[in-house]
């Protein structure tokens, strides 16, 4: 396990980056959604709070994954690291296992943090733990693990801003993807057939979006946990092995 070194290494390096006022951030609007908009919701702020709080750990958590993965690769190579990391007996294919095993360990802890303190706001409004609050918050850490492999994948040929850049309009257009389709159906031919080799490309990311039926307390389906843990690993490991492809092509200086 040679990528183990290379994933502690990286896991380290993203702790310097002062990520953890991501949490004060999430904290603060939580906080806001739960004392400030939930008395104007007539009744509703329970489910305001709880779709306002898994909101958010989907958009900082991706915010978290662009500003800190889009650099991963292109570090080690402006520093020149790089040569002496593949001059040991590490493969290109293992660099990139590695800087997105450290990096998903950074998103996963963080992660974590966010949705202990969205449980805890709930616990103190509504007096208990909401399981599928709980389960919603999980789906949305396979969504970004789905998410930190695509960042790492792009750091491996481009830089550090189109990373970033590119990861958060994958996000986008991946939650979106449905709609995408629906519009390939009414678009003229030539337009269609790009939508739908863009729908083709990006993650369905709605098969983690549990956020509707977490405000209703609804739990999910067995097949639906199924296809969101088979579709998530299948299509990360995938753009892991996409990266690593490109990057054993990719010359260093």
């Known amino acids: 396990m040679r990528f183990y070194a290379?994933?502690?290494?990286?896991?380290?390096?993203?702790?310097?980056?002062?990520?953890?006022?991501i949490l004060l951030l999430y904290a603060i609007i939580v906080i806001m959604s739960a004392f400030v908009l939930s008395p104007l919701a007539m009744g509703e702020g329970y489910r305001v709070t709880r779709d306002l709080g898994l909101a958010a750990l989907s958009i900082?958590?991706?915010?978290?994954?662009?500003?800190?993965?889009?650099?991963?690769?292109?570090?080690?190579v402006e520093r020149r690291t790089i040569h002496t990391i593949l001059s040991k007996p590490v493969g290109r294919a293992e660099f990139l296992l590695g800087k997105y095993l450290g990096l998903?360990?950074?998103?996963?802890s963080m992660f974590l943090g966010m949705l202990a303190f969205l449980m805890?706001?709930?616990?103190?409004?509504?007096?208990?733990?909401?399981?599928a609050v709980l389960m919603a918050g999980f789906f949305t850490l396979g969504e970004l693990a789905v998410l930190t492999a695509i960042v790492v994948a792009f750091?491996?040929?481009?830089?550090?801003v189109l990373s970033g850049i590119f990861t958060f309009a994958v996000f986008v257009f991946g939650?979106?993807?449905?709609?995408?389709?629906?519009?390939?159906?009414?678009?003229?031919?030539?337009?269609?057939?790009?939508?739908r080799g863009i729908y083709a490309v990006i993650p369905h990311l709605h098969h983690f979006d549990l956020r509707s039926e977490a405000a209703?307390?609804?739990?999910?389906?067995?097949?639906q946990t199924l296809i969101a843990v088979v579709y998530g690993a299948a299509y990360l490991g995938a753009v892991l092995v996409v990266g690593s492809a490109i990057l054993s092509r990719r010359?260093?200086?």
């Open 155 to 160: 750091s491996s040929f481009v830089s550090p």
């Open 216 to 223: 209703y307390g609804v739990l999910p389906t067995f097949p």
């Open 60 to 76: 900082i958590g991706v915010v978290l994954i662009a500003l800190v993965g889009g650099g991963l690769v292109q570090k080690e």
């Open 6 to 21: 290379v994933a502690q290494n990286t896991f380290r390096e993203t702790q310097r980056d002062r990520v953890q006022w």
């Open 120 to 131: 805890l706001t709930l616990l103190i409004m509504e007096g208990r733990i909401e399981m």
């Open 175 to 195: 939650h979106f993807s449905q709609d995408l389709l629906d519009f390939a159906e009414k678009a003229p031919a030539g337009v269609g057939f790009i939508a």
């Open 104 to 108: 998903l360990g950074m998103v996963t």
């Open 251 to 253: 010359e260093f200086k």
